[in-house]
């Protein structure tokens, strides 16, 4: 644990760029996707195949590890890589989305929220100091400060309140973050839907210098020109040479578009949830293995993928293990999954290293238009 | 496809034996063990980690395959085989066993079963002919005779009408049989817990001569020493030179006893379903991982085992993702269970040739004694 934290941006191209981030636990190349390991586990995937698809770090929840099996236990077992198998790099978020979204009988004050689990109802409360001291415990080599996100729509005057709340919160995290060689501790930008609020917010936490920053409180329900005219008011005034941090996102285009705006550094639930729900994510678009136009077909989901299970399983057998409920299914359709958003990840990032983003973009986009037919939903 | 089916006794030890079976698709060492692949698919394992844990064939069942997605769709899609990406060879059940134990509305007669699917309802007729057309359209190795399986106890009259009409449907199912170089259809011996109708069986199937002799209708509930008991009259009617499976079947100490009375195959859910609901088999007996008591044990399954997944991943883990509910924790656990099930028959295998089965046979069953803690129940 002595090798310092630090970013090192090799290529720009435009507003995109592409480098490195070094941890004690090995080094991220960005533009980076983070699989969701919610409860120590990337869902339905052995840690060893999401490293070998190309992950350099996964992201886990502290809401739910503090909740099952708890941050002491955690601890006292070794920590959460050896606790989940992971080597390497582990993100954690502070808590405070997931307090908002799944707990209940929530109660926000100036301290922190006091809330029930919503597994057993038992009472727990989580603060900034609280939320350091879990991502501590759990040895997180990437630390989020605590932060309140407001869904939106909302008043300009409740974004203004949440985002200088966790303005505060991100202060008193930085204060309680137990520093040491090679971990980080990244603030979030708050701030809504208004441009005013992210430049203040973003100003305010730059003041304070973290390791990087963080965009919170997006992709959670709004229009995809509204993130990313959030994006284009903050990046700019984010410091160059500190990753940027888009959390929760996003579908393969707001990948692009974001990396296009200079995001280093995603995490989404998308590839492993849809992975398990017979969606797969392609360089030809989205499959919907559920439908019944697959259940004859031979082909595979695609024949020129680099990933073997992407080229040589059936359409025909995913739709039917889908169709089945085989667990199997949900293994192989998230493999795929992370494979092709990875795959994208290292496509974006040797564009930007050649100079030709803007072409690798139009080009991606293009490909997306061969896989769901007219008029079928997912 | 041109290598005779053919088996091959290398090392007899008692009336334990250690063999090869040889198919155009691979040969399988005996005593095997045959993963159950219920639709096409070992529930929770990739195929490829099924061979690695030393599976040389793998059981598929007729009756649900013909429910879905066809065996029609099956042969089209270029058979079993590609269908599940298992290039090794195959052995499918009859069907019989399981429209009695899953089908609605069955109805019974000389030429077979009308019944309805229990997934969609759909009605459906099985005969010895259209058995042997489905086990073809798949492409099966290893093909089994159409049979009535009686549910134990039953009446002596009743194991009789149902093994005189298994009798008549086996020399039907051999009149249908598509014979091909490398392919085997073995005949099965029924009778419920009657030793004169099981001899009476044996010699009858005997006389018709199959590929192979199967024993039918055990591990139906009975107790353990009526299945041996059944074994013990079976075993000597049936010709030395010819595979004997034993179907269903069944603990580590039901494979440990039933191969000392001279059996070569076998199938069962057990390890896969088990690992499915967070019981581990392991050298030292077998483990609850949803017991409290693990929670907080950082020890792995078992520390010496050939398997990296048992000796790597704490028991604190994996009743954490069993609790969790977490599909990691059933992926493990089936692949621990599978590993423990393959270096049993491994151990059994090298012990038969060394001429040590009996040492082998009590050091394995002292060594259980580890497990389990006394009242713990699963």
Known sequence: MSEEFAF??????????TGAISTSRGTIRTPAFMPVGTAATVKAMHPQAVKALGADIVLANTYHLMLRPGAERIAELGGLHRFMNWPGPILTDSGGFQVMSLAKLRKLDENGVTFQSHIDGSR??????????????????????????????????????????????????????????????????????????????????????????????????????VMLAMIDCTAPQLPSPKPRY??????????????????????????????????????????????????????????????????????????????????????????????????????????IAAGCFDAFRAETKESWRGGMIAGEEF
């Open 8 to 17: 090192a941006i090799f290529g720009v191209d435009g507003a995109a760029r």
């Open 124 to 225: 727990h409360v989580l603060t900034p100091e609280r939320s350091m001291q879990i991502q501590d415990l759990l040895g997180a080599d990437i630390q989020m400060q605590f932060d309140e996100c407001v869904k939106l729509p909302c008043t300009e005057a409740e974004a203004r309140r949440a985002m200088e709340l966790s303005l505060r919160w991100g202060e008193r995290s930085k204060q309680a973050f137990a520093r040491q060689p090679g971990r980080a501790l990244f603030g979030i930008v708050q701030g809504g839907a208004s441009e005013s609020l992210r430049r203040e917010s973003a100003r305010a936490l730059v003041e304070m210098e973290f390791d990087g920053y963080a965009l919170g409180g997006l992709a959670v329900g709004e229009p995809q020109d």
């Open 246 to 351: 888009l959390m929760g996102v996003g579908s393969p285009d707001d990948l692009i578009e974001s990396v296009a705006r200079g995001i280093d550094m995603f995490d989404c639930v998308m590839p492993t949830r849809a992975g398990r729900h017979g969606l797969a994510y392609t360089r030809a678009g989205k499959l919907n293995l559920r439908n019944a136009r697959h259940a004859g077909d031979p082909a595979p989901v695609d024949a020129n993928s680099p990933n073997e299970a992407t080229r040589t399983y059936s359409r025909a057998y995913l739709h039917h293990l889908v169709k089945s409920g085989e667990i199997l299914g949900m293994m192989l359709l998230t493999e795929i999954n992370l494979a092709y958003y990875q795959e994208l990840m290292a496509g974006m990032r040797a564009a």
